[in-house]
């Protein structure tokens, strides 16, 4: 629907176009479900990544790599002789990542997160807020089933989220169209991370929900007893600890090239 819409549209077309055209032809879509895709199949789109159906390759799938976007809101045709070659990396830290062909890797700024589990206590867990944040974008159904990514009509994805208080590290939406707000910490979680939560679901709820109803989840390794607390007779607020698990496998060998296989 979402290339039946662009095309239809001219191959140069807005976001906003391409889900009120797809609404007025197949009515009752999800709206959430249209900027999803678009996002999910726009070759130089970083929050791509976030969905199943896109693992390391270069972009020449004609089911998932044939919109190009130009700057927010706006998606084109992709045409490699005028857009470049776009490919999903996997980088050496093992995140995954959209680059142009023949193009370095932009330098990342990253944020190390260091939460306090008490002095000696053995902990196995995320090092850090960005790895758990990655790891639930691509699994959001581990939190609740049927829960997705959010997607706004400028086509930004509900992964570190930017608004006027604050970033949200994940906003969702849920299977009957309400919006989530996830908030992580890798260890154990202050008290203080209420406020936090409480703060982007006042934002959210006034400028993005349009009368939807708007929760808030919490996640952390270790629950404390005043976070427990902190949220006991908030109805809308909800406290999720993760355990991590470790499997073993064998190590991918390498071709003549040197290319995993």
């Known amino acids: 629907m979402v290339k ?14 391409v889900r009120d055209w797809i609404l007025r032809k197949y009515p009752g879509t999800n709206k959430s479900t249209i900027q999803c895709h678009i996002v999910l199949c726009s070759v130089n789109h970083p929050s791509r990544v976030y969905y199943g159906q896109n693992k390391p390759r270069i972009a020449s799938d004609e089911r998932y790599d044939f919109l190009f ?40 700024v990253e944020e190390e997160v260091a939460e306090t589990v008490g002095a000696g206590e053995p902990t196995v867990g995320f090092q850090a807020e960005d790895q758990l944040r990655d790891y639930l974008a691509l699994n959001l159904e581990a ?8 997607v706004d009509e400028y086509g930004n994805a509900g992964v570190e989220y930017a608004t006027p208080v604050g970033r949200v590290d994940l906003l969702g939406e849920d299977g009957g169209g309400g919006l989530v707000v996830i908030e992580l910490k890798v260890g154990r979680s202050p008290d203080a991370a209420v406020g936090q939560v409480l703060r982007y679901m006042g934002w959210v709820k ?14 952390a390794q270790h629950a404390s007893d005043r976070l ?29 090239e040197g290319q995993r296989v």
């Open 4 to 17: 039946e819409a662009v095309e239809a549209l001219g191959g140069d077309t807005t976001n906003t176009a």
């Open 69 to 108: 976007r130009p700057d927010k809101g706006r998606v084109l045709l992709y045409d490699p002789s005028k857009h470049g070659v776009w490919k999903i990396v996997r980088h050496e830290d093992g995140a995954l990542g959209v680059a142009r062909e023949g193009r370095p890797r932009a330098a990342e």
């Open 143 to 150: 939190i609740e089933e049927g829960l997705q990514l959010y």
């Open 206 to 219: 006034r400028h993005l929900a349009e009368g939807r109803p708007v929760r808030g989840v919490i996640v």
């Open 228 to 256: 427990r607390y902190a949220v006991a007779d908030l109805p809308d607020v909800s406290v999720m600890e993760y355990e991590l698990s470790v499997t073993m496998r064998p190590a991918p060998g390498l071709d003549e």
